[in-house]
C-alpha cells in the first residue's frame, strides 16, 4: 500500500501568515488522485482540495493544492483564525486508499 | 443540505462485534454515483479506510480488515452499518461514517468514540 508522510508536524504560525504543507507519498499517485482534509475536535472532517488541486465545494481560495507523483503541498495563505487546525492528506489511485498522520497547524 | 450521524455503543468488549450504523439525513443513500463509507482514527493516530457501499450493494473494504469488516445498508431506513468482528483493543477508535465519491470522501459525521475493554 502507499505510505503517506506528511510534514512539518506541527506548525506554528500567526493569523495573517502562510502556512505550507508537505504531503509525501512512498510511490507516484495516479493521476495525481490526492485529497487533502481539515480536521478539528467534536467536527466533521472536511475536504479542501481532491485531484491535487481541485477545491471542494464552499473552500475559500485561501487554499490551494499542488504537486504530482510523489510529492503535494497544500498552501493556505493569509491564516485565519478558523484555519488552526489538523490538516491530511489521502491518497485514491491505488487501494487501499490511504491518510497521512497530518500536520498540527496551531497558534504560535 | 445532507448529513450524516454515526451511533452505535461507545463500549464493546474484547473478542465481541463492534456495530455502529450511519443515519443520512438531507438526501438519499440511493443516489448515484455516490458510495457510502466508513473511516476510523485511533487516539494519537492517523484515519484508516474501513470500506465502501454502494446502493446496489457491492462494497469494497481495506484487506486488512476485510476478514472481519461487513458494511451493509438499509435503504427504507436511509442508513448503513459497519460491523467489526472479534475486536480487540486496537479496535479503540474514533468511527466516522463518510459519503464516498471519485476516490475523497466529500461529506463526514462528527464521528464517534468506540473503546475495546473489558
Known amino acids: 500500500e502507499i505510505v503517506l508522510t506528511q510534514s512539518p508536524g506541527t506548525l506554528s504560525l500567526s493569523p495573517g501568515e502562510s502556512a505550507t504543507l508537505s504531503c509525501r507519498a512512498s510511490?507516484?499517485?495516479?493521476?495525481?488522485?490526492l485529497a487533502w482534509y481539515q480536521q478539528k475536535p467534536g467536527q466533521a472532517p472536511r475536504l479542501l482540495i481532491y485531484?491535487?488541486?481541485s477545491r471542494a465545494t464552499g473552500i475559500p481560495d485561501r487554499f490551494s493544492g499542488s504537486g504530482s507523483g510523489t510529492d503535494f503541498t497544500l498552501t493556505i495563505s493569509r491564516l485565519e483564525p478558523e484555519d488552526f487546525a489538523v490538516y491530511c492528506c489521502?491518497?485514491?489511485?491505488?487501494?487501499?486508499?490511504?491518510f497521512g498522520p497530518g500536520t498540527k497547524v496551531d497558534i504560535k | 443540505q445532507l448529513q450524516l450521524q454515526e451511533s452505535g455503543p461507545g463500549l464493546v468488549k474484547p473478542s465481541e462485534t463492534l456495530s455502529l450504523t450511519c443515519t443520512v439525513s438531507g438526501g438519499s443513500i440511493t443516489s448515484s454515483p455516490y458510495y457510502w463509507g466508513w473511516i476510523r482514527q485511533p487516539p494519537g493516530k492517523g484515519l484508516e479506510w474501513i470500506g465502501i457501499?454502494?446502493?446496489?450493494?457491492?462494497?469494497y473494504y481495506n484487506p486488512s480488515l476485510k476478514s472481519r469488516v461487513t458494511i451493509s445498508l438499509d435503504t427504507s431506513k436511509n442508513q448503513f452499518s459497519l460491523k467489526l468482528s472479534s475486536v480487540t483493543a486496537a479496535d479503540t477508535a474514533l468511527y466516522y461514517c463518510?459519503?464516498?465519491?471519485?476516490?475523497?470522501?466529500?461529506?463526514w459525521g462528527r464521528g464517534t468514540l468506540v473503546t475495546v475493554s473489558s
Open positions: 489521502q491518497q485514491y489511485g491505488i487501494s487501499p486508499f490511504t
Open positions: 485531484g491535487a488541486s
Open positions: 457501499i454502494y446502493y446496489s450493494g457491492s462494497t
Open positions: 510511490q507516484s499517485v495516479s493521476s495525481s488522485y
Open positions: 463518510a459519503r464516498y465519491g471519485g476516490g475523497y470522501f466529500d461529506l
